[in-house]
């Protein structure tokens, strides 16, 4: 509480905001200690009202539902503490970018990329982030081939990290005229988005600019003028696409966050490689890689990492994958 009341003594300063950079990192911390502070108080507060209604119901006055009631209320609010507390990497808070990519398989692995790209928008939605469409590349017939967003919020990228991986879809194909059972791949890649608390350093002399219209989402003013951008790094040969705004000058502004996330990400998986070895195999994103299957026939969505199952697909697919992240993270932890 003593590191809590310092930081707001050093908000209340008339100078806190001459620095902005300094002062958006100490609002940030500020909010994780309140953050943890509010979560222990309501597993304290929790755990005395299970003491008063197991009182109550050795007088009489309160029924073993009630008990059970206020029981499983606790275990659940201990239980998700001990959950966030997997989250303690220094990326875990930021948000986060996260781009799906269709393998081979033309419409019907379009079709799936799509797919998954709204079921994370949904769940974004869902959990309170703010949800972005940055950049987007159509499928010939329907789907899209590649899709990035952004998933803005406290936590995201810590949430969403274990969803690096290969996907994939067995379902019966509305395309396949035949009806037959086939099955495609899609990758997601998720990369932690980068705030001042991060120095990420990038030479404009190291940077390739090229600009072209937009194929995405935007009225015939985003088509007719050539305000997307596209950027290559060139020591560490990262591309980066983005059309989200109608100002080339905002979307180069964004560009240059997206490549700064890339390249963080990319320190982050050096370190892991130095670290341990079986980490570095771990994080791989290979096409032979797959973390999850959705097979619809079956009613089935499996994490072959977990072996966290849920039945209900139009569920998952709709945005129910919480189940799926909190499973990753705690094995994760645990290994």
Not at 10 to 34: G, H, I, S, Y
Not at 303 to 323: C, K, Q
Request: with cysteine; glycine share 6%.
């Amino acid at each position: 509480m003593n590191v809590i009341r310092d930081k707001e003594q050093r908000t209340n300063d008339p100078e806190f905001w001459n620095d902005p950079k300094l002062a958006q990192t100490v609002m940030k911390e500020l909010r994780e200690n309140k953050l943890w502070v509010d979560k222990f108080k309501g597993i304290k507060d929790a755990m005395e009202e299970l003491e008063i209604f197991v009182e109550f119901q050795s007088e009489g006055e309160s029924s073993e539902e009630e008990v059970d009631a206020h029981y499983l209320k606790a275990l659940e609010i201990v239980d998700d503490t001990e959950f966030r507390s997997t989250l303690d990497q220094e990326e875990d808070v930021l948000s986060c970018l996260l781009e799906i990519n269709a393998g081979a398989g033309g419409t019907e692995a379009c079709d799936w990329a799509e797919m998954l790209y709204r079921m994370y928008v949904m769940y974004g939605e869902k959990a309170g982030y703010k949800v972005k469409e940055l950049n987007r590349v159509n499928g010939d017939v329907a789907g899209v081939k590649s899709v990035e967003i952004e998933i803005g919020g406290e936590y995201a990228y810590g949430m969403m990290k274990g969803e690096n991986g290969v996907h994939r879809l067995v379902r019966v194909s509305p395309f396949n005229s035949q009806g037959k059972r086939m099955t495609s791949f899609a990758s997601v890649f998720v990369h932690p988005v980068v705030d001042n608390s991060i120095e990420i350093d990038v030479n404009p002399a190291d940077l390739d600019w090229d600009t072209f219209r937009a194929s995405g989402a935007g009225g015939q003013h985003v088509n007719k003028t050539e305000s997307a951008v596209r950027v290559r790094h060139l020591p560490s040969g990262v591309v980066v696409e983005c059309q989200a705004e109608r100002s080339q000058h905002m979307n180069r502004e964004k560009a240059v966050e997206m490549l700064k996330s890339r390249l963080y990400e990319r320190a982050l998986e050096e370190k892991r490689v130095a670290k341990s070895a079986t980490e570095a195999t771990k994080m791989k994103n290979e096409w032979g890689s797959q973390i999850r299957s959705y097979v619809l026939d079956d009613r089935r969505v499996k994490d072959h990492r977990t072996n966290f199952e849920n039945r209900n697909t139009d569920a998952v697919l709709s945005g129910d994958i919480e189940g799926f992240l909190k499973a990753f993270l705690m094995w994760d932890g645990t290994r």
